[in-house]
Structure formats: C-alpha cells, structure tokens
C-alpha cells in the first residue's frame, strides 16, 4: 500500500506542475473576469495546483510511515519526473538527450534501491 501511496503522491506532484504549467501559458483577454487581479482561469488552475500538491503531501507523509526516507523521496521524484516528461513529449516539447539520460538514470538508482540486498562477501 506504501508504493501506492507513494504512485500516487508523484501523480499528484506532477499534476500540479503540469496544472502551473498550462496556467502560465493562458493568454488573458482584456474582457476576462478578474479576481483579486487575476484571470479567473489561470487562477482556478493556480488553485487546483496548489490542491494537487497538498494531496500529494498527503499520501507521502502515508508512505513515510513505512517506507525509508531513502527509498521513498526517489521513488516519488522518479514517478513525478516520467510524469512530467510524458507530459512534454505529448505537448510537442523539446525533450534533449542529456533530458532523457538523467531521467534514465534516475530510473536506474531507483530499481537498485528497490532490488534486494545481496549476501554481504566475507573473507
């Protein structure tokens, strides 16, 4: 249930990012309704971001009760980062080589965190 949780706070993490992403691409008309001096849909999408991170600190706190700080933060940011990066590869962004090497990378460190030890060797 603990890698669930943790899934899931890395959706949720990147859906934020993704949600402060499209609100800043908004082009605001002279005629759109403001609140508090901001466009009503950049800033409703502002809002969801900020609801996204906060369900995502929800279910990381969850997972922390289980799962090492060690094993669990890589994990979360590897799930956020493929996220975002899909995101960016269906939105028709630039994605460099150096982008995904360090992605793959980071997918590398966190399937040795996740394989089981090996027997320690002993002379």
């Known amino acids: ?31 759109d309704v403001l609140i ?3 466009a009503s849909r950049p800033l409703l999408l502002r809002m969801a971001a900020i609801g996204a991170y906060g369900a995502g600190f929800l279910f990381y706190a969850l997972a922390l ?5 060690s094993v669990a933060y890589p994990l979360m940011v590897a799930v956020t980062i493929l996220e975002i ?22 997918l590398a460190s966190v399937l040795l965190l996740y394989l089981p030890a090996a027997a320690p060797v002993r002379p």
């Open 65 to 69: 009760r289980r799962v090492e700080l």
């Open 1 to 31: 249930m603990s890698i669930l949780f943790l899934l899931l706070s890395g959706t949720f993490s990147a859906m934020a990012s993704i949600l402060l992403r499209v609100a800043g691409k908004i082009v605001v008309a002279q005629g």
């Open 85 to 106: 990066l899909l995101f960016g590869f269906f939105a028709g962004e630039a994605v460099s080589l150096r982008t995904l090497a360090g992605a793959a990378l980071l």
């Open 36 to 38: 508090a001096g901001f």
